[in-house]
């Protein structure tokens, strides 16, 4: 009892001087027995250099990725190629050989114009290049006969040189006569229209006995509309989060609500390498065979685009992403036993799993769920979760 009064009386007086924390803490009295009384062992184990605790983490191993993952996106199909057939003659609709639904062949006549005034200019012109072709031939003429008198003293030099010009305006009259012939040829060959490309007729706003006018400027002033229907494209918005995923020549499969029991092929042709501040989109285009123009231009439907993975890419659980200075990074565990801080290039997000396309390998050791706390260089403690028994 006398030495439990002294050793009590000991620590009251060292607690007076500030030096109790010393005596009182349990990693240093070691277990030291006060009044009969054992103190508690810390939790947290304390790294050699006696700075800071050692702190327990979970790591996991990268996983290779599959080779491929697939993005699933809402599609439009758009013919592959399609016109607004307009008129370049003016004149009265005599005839419209097409209508809705009517395939037809490249340079197929459409619509035939009557333009009778037209007609009346190619005469005139025509007419005009005979009377150029006379005023060349006297020209001509004249010229001949007065080099061959100048050197006779009977027509003066003067003269000669003025029936040279002569003749060479009566050369420029005609090419100018005939290329007014030539430009109403033309027009009269506006008045029969015709097909640009083989393809469907899927609209028309033009009956026999309209009129129709070569300056018509007025929006949605067509005669008819053609479509390619052999194939199709299907316009789809890639997301910003996989814009960069979405390439020419990517394989995909298109269904159709209409056509539950069919998966039809198609393939990435083209990309807009833009993306709409509206939306965070950006278009990408696919193209489809389409036999028999059995699909639709204009349907809805789901594009299911194949996406190969980068050699080397990996995957690792979600909760082992930090971000640090605006940048994705992992915490890993090197073979000392410290933090590493290492910065990764996501790929593409699967919910749970996220797909590294760079910085990580299957041999790297992934803190799960790092401590906000843990610093490059800090020592931890690797623990394995133990399985929990199964209840009787």
Do not use: C
């Not at 001949?144 to 003025?162: F, M, N, W």
């Not at 083209?270 to 509206?278: C, D, V, Y």
């Not at 933090?339 to 992934?366: F, H, M, N, P, Y």
């Amino acid at each position: 009892m006398r030495l439990r009064t002294m050793a009590l009386a000991g620590v009251a007086a060292v607690t007076a001087t500030g030096a109790a924390v010393a005596l009182l803490r349990p990693d240093l009295l070691g277990g030291m027995a006060l009044g009969g009384f054992r103190a508690p062992a810390l939790a947290a184990k304390v790294s050699p250099s006696g700075k800071q605790p050692i702190r327990s983490v979970r790591v996991v191993r990268p996983e290779p990725a599959p080779g491929a993952s697939t993005l699933t996106l809402s599609g439009r199909t758009a013919p592959a190629e399609q016109a607004l057939v307009s008129s370049r003659a003016t004149g009265v609709v005599a005839e419209r050989h097409v209508d809705i639904g009517d395939r037809v062949n490249a340079a197929d006549v459409l619509v035939t114009i009557d333009a009778p005034e037209v007609e009346q200019e190619l005469l005139r012109a025509r007419a005009a290049v005979d009377q150029a072709k006379a005023r060349l031939e006297l020209a001509l003429v004249n010229l001949k006969r007065g080099e061959s008198l100048v050197g006779q003293g009977h027509v003066s030099a003067q003269t000669v040189d003025e029936r040279r010009a002569n003749k060479m305006t009566a050369e420029a009259d005609l090419a100018a006569a005939g290329a007014e012939v030539k430009r109403l040829e033309e027009v009269r060959s506006f008045q029969t229209v015709r097909a640009p490309f083989s393809g469907t007729i899927v609209a028309r706003q033009v009956e026999r006995g309209d009129k129709v006018s070569a300056d018509s400027s007025q929006p949605g002033s067509y005669l008819l509309r053609i479509a390619r229907l052999n194939e199709l494209r299907v316009e789809i918005d890639v997301p910003q989060s996989s814009s960069l995923l979405v390439k020419p020549g990517a394989e995909a499969k298109v269904t159709f609500a209409e056509l539950p029991r069919e998966v039809l092929a198609a393939r990435v042709v083209r990309t807009a390498g833009l993306i709409e501040q509206s939306s965070n989109t950006m278009r990408a285009e696919l193209l489809m065979p389409n036999p028999d123009d059995r699909v639709p231009a204009g349907l809805n439907g789901q594009v299911v685009i194949n996406i190969p993975q980068a050699d080397g890419a990996v995957s690792v659980p979600t909760n082992t992403l930090i971000t640090r200075e605006g940048r994705q990074v992992v915490a890993l565990v090197d073979a000392q036993s410290r933090v590493v801080l290492k910065g990764v290039s996501v790929a593409r997000d699967l919910g749970e799993r996220v797909v590294i396309t760079s910085g990580l390998t299957v041999d790297d050791r992934v803190i799960v769920s790092p401590n906000a706390l843990l610093r490059p260089g800090d020592e931890v403690e690797v623990v394995t979760p133990t399985a929990r028994s199964t209840p009787k």
